[in-house]
Structure formats: structure tokens, C-alpha cells
């Protein structure tokens, strides 16, 4: 069809010797929540490459493919490899997380691919509505995404987006609330919001969503700081709406 008919035109053009790059979102954790065309993506891929604890939840899928796993900040050394064993001729599956689009490996394979191999991005679950789910809260109005990691975005960037969605009423669902290396940013969020929200407004806090060892606690911006908050949590604050 058509679109194979562009692929491999862009494909030739660029000396690649027929291979590509699926980015495929895995969703939360459980396998019945991969979608069909991930799943699919995964069966059709020569080689699999994904951060471990990524790579470790679709293990079942995955036991008679090559894989290359590695840790934590190697993205840009994933993607590069990604690229070099497409434009090799494999098919490559580099696996994210919930969906590849959200803070996942899309991004960095597109800007380190610079249309040397195709590549297709596969969605998938993404921990907000997962997340969202498991509350039995669904999030059904506007919403904003907010990271707080700081590994690449400043504190001051950060802390800004914090108080424009609390001024927007928006709900606002956190990701990378806390980890080692930086446990005080929820803290810290926390503090920023509190005079901008009414203090009872309701926190839902999942950890794991849909996967495994999952757990949830409702609560209050107020009373957040008393439940387990780590990396593996989202946090959904709540907006003046929400009961
Ligand atoms: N691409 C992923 C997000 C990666 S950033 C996605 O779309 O879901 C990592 C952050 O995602 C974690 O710190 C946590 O906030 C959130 N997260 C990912 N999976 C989760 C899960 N199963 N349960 C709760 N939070 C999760």
C-alpha cells in the first residue's frame, strides 16, 4: 500500500538496509492492559531494547528474542543503539512504560534517528488514567501533566507550571514525584500549592497502578505527606470540582 511504498522510499534514500524503530508504550504494568498492536509490535521485533525494570515486565513476551537492558539516565545511549541495529536491518522494539510519548523514549529516538530509519511510535496506558482508574476517580475534565523531576527541566520552570495549572483549576496529575536523588521536590510542590488550594482539596496517590504490587490511598493536599510517595507513585491532585 502507500504506506509502505513511502517508507521504503524514505528508507532507500537514506542507505538504510530495510530495518526500523517500533517505540512501543507497554502500559502500566499488566499485560492484559498492552494493547493488541504493542503486543503485536513486540512478537514482530528482532531485538528488544528498554530500561530493566521495563524489559522485566513483559519477560513472558519476550524469552525467545534478543534483549538489551540497561539502566536508568542510558536513554540516548539506547536510542543511539536502537538506530544502529535498524539501520543494520533489524526490526528494533525500544519499550517504554505507560505511553513512549510521556516522558518515555519517543522524543529521543526521533531527534537521535533524524530520519535515517523509520519509526513508529506505538501508544500506550499512560499512568494518569491507569492511575486514575485504580482512585475509581476518573479524571473526565481538563487536566495537566506536570513532572517534577528537575533532571532536565529547572526547578523555577517546574514550580511556575505548579502554579498555573492551580490558578487554571486544573486537576493535576504528577509524575516522578520523588526519587532518591530528590526527595523533597512532592514536599516542595506541596508547599507551593497549599496557599493557592483549599487545604482539604482531595490527593489520590497510586503506586503501581494496574500492575503487581499496587496500592492507593485518597487523601488531602492538606494530609498527602503522611502516605508513601515514591517513584513508582502518581499524584492526582485534585481541582475545586472534585468530590
Ligand atoms: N511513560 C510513562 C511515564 C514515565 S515517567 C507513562 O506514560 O506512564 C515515570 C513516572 O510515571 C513514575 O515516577 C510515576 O509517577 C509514573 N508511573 C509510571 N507507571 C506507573 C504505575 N504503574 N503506577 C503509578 N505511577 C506510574
Redesign the pocket.
Known sequence: NDNNTETKDRCCNHQCSGGKIMVV?LG??DTDLLTPRALASIREADLIIGYKTYVDLIQDLISDKSVISSGMRKEIDRARLAVDEACAGKNVAVV?????G???MAGIVLEVARNKVPVEIIP?V??AT??ASVLGAPLMHDFAVI?LSDLLTPWDTISQRLRAAAAGDFIMVL???RSKGRPENINQAREILLPLLNPQTPVGI??????GEQSSVITTLQDMLDSEID????VIIGNTQTR
Open positions: 508504550g502500566p504494568g517504554s512504560s505507560g505511553d513512549p510521556v516522558y518515555g500506550g499512560t499512568a491507569s492511575s513532572s509524575y516522578n514525584p497510586v503506586r503501581c497502578a494496574q500492575r517513584m513508582l507513585t502518581t
